[in-house]
């Protein structure tokens, strides 16, 4: 193009030169005039004037050379601009077609987490009407944390005292001629007020757990009832837990014992304790609460069974026998066991608690079922006793002995026995789950202990080798729940066989229960012990070894407001008050002296709790 431009611009040129030479008019042939110096002037002039146009011209087409350059340039770089705009339009045609159909799927991700949002908005708006709130609960690296407990403030009246704060020890219910059964006592207490904390953490194939629970029911060895009230701080439960996906749970630590009857499975913290004020519960209840690895299956949430190895102690109470054994000792204050010791009026002491030297855990072992009506299980208790017996103790001088002169240790041994029981519970809900109605049953040789009653496990043969005691406990509930009422009833009664034997050497009978121990004196009150006023006087001639306790309770719980079931949560107020009453019954025992019989021991209490419960 920049060619063709530049050939029509000199011909252009050319033929306006050519026109301007022929428009001048031709002159008429004449002669030839002489050629002067003013002509060839005039001539030169011509000349040098069309030289000046031509060079002009020149200088003309130079700037239109110059200016058709610069077009061209423009042009090219406008194509060249109009090429690269083109390319960018094409790719940004292809960014946009991209980025829309991106906008497209987003939109439709948008739309279905929008529908899945509130699907489960719905379903958790579901849920949470069904069960109402989630406990409040602290989020610490992975692990959700729930506090929980209760704090109370109780009383108990008792007809005949007991100097027990509202936690009541059956077997010491008194004989009718002590002194304080004719005398009642009252004592408000919020001893029993609660703390626990819950820890939770969800891995891929397991679920991790931890519990603590803790009271104040603690004796210290400045406690008292005069000013500050200073009791303290008492552990019930401390352990862990890991529950994995394929049924398999692994629980150790100090908890409920796997004697303890559950609601669900074999389930920590599904515990069916007494509704009860008195945090000993009720007689016929089976329970400890002790160190404790236990190991559990759950087949299809149908069946479950566990196994526990738990800390085993042994009971035992014996009379009249000579000092050819030895159970335990008391504690070791460095070995963190409890070193006191108790004074009484006549300078002699009692240790305030006893350890034995056990051999082996207590093993135990339960099968629960949930058919789909009712709450079953069966359990079985395994536990191995074990003293040292001195044989020449009592009987040195005999030709056994090698007729020794004193009490000696020469030929003692170890002697043991095996012990245990089996047990079964059912409980069964009806009226909607309004109405629970519960059997417990266990019974065994050496496992007193486990009776809320605290019976003893052993006695002692007259040759110093224990004497396991048969016992047998059973308890009845009836549990009524509402949304503002819970009405509950327990009859329990826990049973001690006798262990008795006959001591050639000394003449005298031994053991526990036995029908030649002297009754004749608990009908009969004595002096006070002191003269201090706090050390009633001790019945003479007056054993009185519990054959059976029996207890009946009835109590109501209030419950006003009950944050579970309100919109948010903030707790629950109960209050409610509980009766109580008390017989044990003792074995028969004459001693050959007057006053044989049985006696009894009566109690009637009346208790009474507030209690505010952190949200659950």
Avoid at 38 to 59: G, H, K, S, T, W
Avoid at 317 to 337: D, E
Wanted: hydrophobic share 35%.
């Amino acid at each position: 193009m920049n060619s063709a431009w530049k050939s029509c611009a000199i011909l252009l040129l050319a033929t306006s030169l050519v026109a301007q030479t022929n428009t001048e008019p031709r002159a008429k042939k004449t002669k030839a005039a002489p050629i002067t110096a003013a002509d060839v002037q005039a001539l030169r002039d011509a000349i040098a004037a069309q030289q000046a146009a031509l060079a002009q011209q020149q200088q003309q087409i130079q700037e239109l050379r110059d200016t058709l350059q610069r077009k061209d340039q423009a042009v090219q770089q406008a194509t060249m601009a109009a090429t690269d705009a083109a390319g960018k339009a094409d790719a940004a045609q292809a960014q946009a077609s991209q980025q829309q159909q991106t906008v497209v799927a987003l939109k439709s991700d948008v739309s279905d987490l929008k529908t899945n949002m509130l699907n489960t908005t719905m379903t958790l708006q579901e849920t949470q009407k069904s069960i109402g709130e989630a406990p409040t609960a602290i989020h610490f690296k992975g692990v959700t944390i729930t506090p929980g407990g209760f704090l109370a403030a109780e009383t108990v009246w008792r007809s005949r005292a007991l100097g027990a704060d509202i936690n009541t020890p059956f077997n010491s219910v008194t004989m009718p001629g002590a002194s304080q059964s004719s005398v009642s006592e009252f004592f408000g207490s919020g001893r029993q007020s609660r703390i626990s904390m819950l820890a939770q953490g969800q891995l891929t194939s397991v679920k991790l757990s931890g519990y603590y629970e803790a009271d104040f029911l603690g004796v210290g060895t400045t406690s008292n009832n005069n000013q500050s009230n200073s009791y303290p701080l008492r552990q019930r439960q401390a352990w862990g837990q890991a529950a994995f996906n394929n049924g398999w749970t692994v629980t150790g630590g100090q908890m409920w014992s796997l004697v303890t009857e559950t609601k669900h499975g074999t389930d920590n913290r599904t515990e069916a304790t007494p509704l009860t004020i008195d945090p000993q519960y009720t007689v016929g209840f089976s329970w400890a609460r002790q160190y404790g690895i236990r190991l559990s299956k759950s087949f299809n949430n149908k069946v479950w069974f566990a196994v526990s190895a738990e800390n085993s102690q042994a009971t035992v109470t014996s009379h009249g026998n000579a000092a050819n054994f030895l159970v335990g000792s008391a504690g070791n204050n460095s070995g963190l066991y409890n070193a006191g010791a108790s004074a009484s009026a006549s300078g002699s002491a009692a240790n305030l608690a006893n350890y034995s030297f056990n051999p082996s855990p207590d093993v135990i072992a339960k099968l629960a079922f949930e058919p789909g009506f009712g709450h079953y299980e069966v359990f079985g208790v395994y536990s191995r006793f074990r003293d040292r017996v001195f044989p020449c103790e009592e009987n040195f001088a005999s030709a056994s002995c090698g007729s020794l002169t004193a009490a000696s240790a020469v030929q003692a041994f170890n002697a043991s026995k095996n012990g245990g029981g089996v047990g079964a519970n059912a409980r069964w809900s009806f009226a909607d789950k309004h109405l629970d109605f519960g059997l417990h049953a266990f019974g065994g040789s050496g496992v007193g202990r486990y009776g809320t009653s605290g019976l003893p496990d052993a006695s002692i043969h007259a040759n110093g080798t224990l004497d396991l005691v048969r016992s047998y406990q059973g308890l009845g509930t009836l549990e009524w729940h509402g949304a503002k009422l819970d009405v509950y009833m327990n009859a329990g009664a826990e049973y001690a066989s006798r262990a008795s034997d006959f001591d050639p050497i000394s003449g005298k009978p031994v053991g526990y229960g036995s029908p030649a121990f002297s009754n004749s004196g608990c009908l009969t009150e004595t002096v006070p012990g002191a003269a201090t006023g706090f050390f009633p006087g001790g019945l003479g001639s007056c054993t009185a070894d519990t054959r059976v306790l029996i207890e009946g309770t009835f109590g109501v719980w209030f419950k006003p407001y009950d944050g579970a079931k309100e919109k948010v949560n903030r707790g629950r107020i109960q209050f409610g008050p509980q009766f109580s009453y008390v017989d044990r019954n003792t074995w028969y025992g004459c001693g050959g002296t007057a006053g044989c019989g049985e006696p009894h021991g009566l109690d009637a209490m009346v208790f009474t709790s507030f209690r505010y419960y952190l949200p659950q």
